[in-house]
């Protein structure tokens, strides 16, 4: 039976981590706001939190990128550097890149899972 990614990801022990309240957030975006740019509006900011099966990393900074398609892009290049950089010391391990917008709202997920299977005839049992 498959299951969607959002299943697996409800499945997984991922800890959970808390906002600033929400004046503190309205203070934060009406200072970002009150960059706006020449030009126009400025970018909306998107946040990449990351978790590695073991650790989960809060992005707090962010990145101004154009839309979600973007944000996606970034979220997907993401996935191999984290699965380069921790490299499974079992047999299956999981990475995810939650991204957040500026009102702290999970926007998108995108995972990454690598699973290593010795074939039966070159098993040692």
Known sequence: MTST???AI???EIPSFSLPPAECRTNRLLLELSDIRPWGMPLPRYFFDTYDGHRF???SEGIELKDIEM???EA???LPDLARDALP???QKTFIVSVRDEAGQVVLRAALSLIVEITPENSSN
Do not use: P, T, V
Request: proline share 0%; aromatic share 0%.
């Open 76 to 78: 997907q290049s993401a």
């Open 57 to 59: 990393i809060a992005d």
């Open 89 to 91: 010391a079992g047999d």
């Open 5 to 7: 990614l959002s299943e």
């Open 71 to 73: 944000a996606k892009a």
């Open 10 to 12: 409800q499945r997984l």
